[in-house]
């Protein structure tokens, strides 16, 4: 057993990372040991990633103790550099975390100087006067590389800035050499965010938190107007929306809902949010009130103003498609399944179920372009696993079944149609799949059905018949 992590008391007196349990025991026995827990510490690391999205919605995570934060165009809102950096670790300090950090131009600099430096703001000019005292380890280079360079005589970066390239290179890699640029600002380095990044966004920052679903209503309409003039600029409305809620503890919670066709109407968009509050009322606890709000459009159509006919048919289609979002925002976008079409020759692969709040989109654009929903050969029901039927007479070699028995019911054939041919899918099925040969067959009755034939006759086993539907 090792030590994974120190607290500033243990470092002081001497211990460090990676030291065994027992020799650190030996030398400090009452030394105070807990053990590792990454899976509470990742939690952790990603509450505070979420808190610290109130600064930037740039926030990447860097390994299991440190986030990267891009401010750029975001520092002028708080008062500055300095005074952002010292908001945020105020803020940390009062929630019982103990934080270093440092503001540079590149994230490789940043994260040498909050690790191993003093922290702070550092100006470009600086860059290369602050990281020559630095210990080769803040280049974020492996421990073998280290242990290498520090063999060598290399122990602070300044001892590599100066030196050969090429035969740094040769022995180290070019990890090396791409890790000191980038630490200097000659290599682009981009930030991932952890979170994807909202096309439109819109918060309010409150004087007095709010807790009650009717203030946190209230609040998210009036962000809703303030997002609308942005979607009409961009002739867009949003299909997926995300209100953020920062507690004033640091917890955040995140609601997202979604809609079947662009809104950009505030009252349809509190409106969902007002469903889906309802529905994770006891989940969503507002501890003492909630300090931020933001409404984040995730994802934007665009937005086409259509009029409606005498008829009152658009008036239908807007009732369908907030009947939808509101099901939807109470249930889950996955609670009403709707059919679309898929290219496959295959029937049970022809058509897929998708949720309501997607194939809503896809129905209206097949409608403009004059495509049929279904093609009209095909059963209004289909089996979604075809039955064996027992044929006890059928024309061969080809030829339809003339008697079928199915379900215990003896049928005699009045009229056949076919065969249509259908061949498997060999990508999916395999070379050796068999063809199936389908007809559409009318009983005495008036029944129709859709038979079909898998094999051929006069091969090594008799071919066999199913039931894959049945027409109106």
Sequence with gaps: MRLTALDEFAERLGLRKEQGVAEARAMYPALDVVEEDLAADRRLLEAIADWCDRYTPMVALDGKDGLFLDITGCAHLFGGEKALLRDILSRLFHMGLDARGAIASSPGFSWAVSRFGQGGVVEDEE???????????????????????????????????HAPRAPLTRRFGPTLLLRLDQALGREEEPISPRLPIASLSSERRLVEPIGTEEQILAVTSQIAV???????????????????LFRVDGRVFRISVGASQPLREPKLVAGLFSERLQVIHDDLDAGYGFEILRLNVLRHDPFKETQGDFEGDRQGEISLSSFVDRVAARLGADCLQSFQLRESHVPERAVITVPAMESLPARRKAEQESALPFRQERPLRLFATPEPVEVVFAEVPDGPPQIFRWRRLQHQVARSEGPERIAMEWWIDGDGAEAR????????????????????????????????????
């Design 127 to 161: 860059t290369e006067r602050m990281l020559m005292p630095l210990p080769v380890a803040a280049l974020r280079l492996e421990g073998q590389t280290v242990d290498a360079l520090k063999k060598l005589g290399l122990k602070y970066i300044g001892d590599i800035v």
């Design 226 to 244: 303030s997002l609308k003039p942005s979607l009409e600029a961009r002739g867009a409305g949003g299909r997926v929306f995300e209100l953020v």
């Design 437 to 472: 040969d389908y007809f559409r067959i009318e009983d005495e009755t008036g029944h129709r059905f859709w038979i079909y034939r898998r094999g051929f006759y006069g091969q090594e086993l008799d071919p066999r018949w199913f039931m894959h539907g049945v027409f109106a």
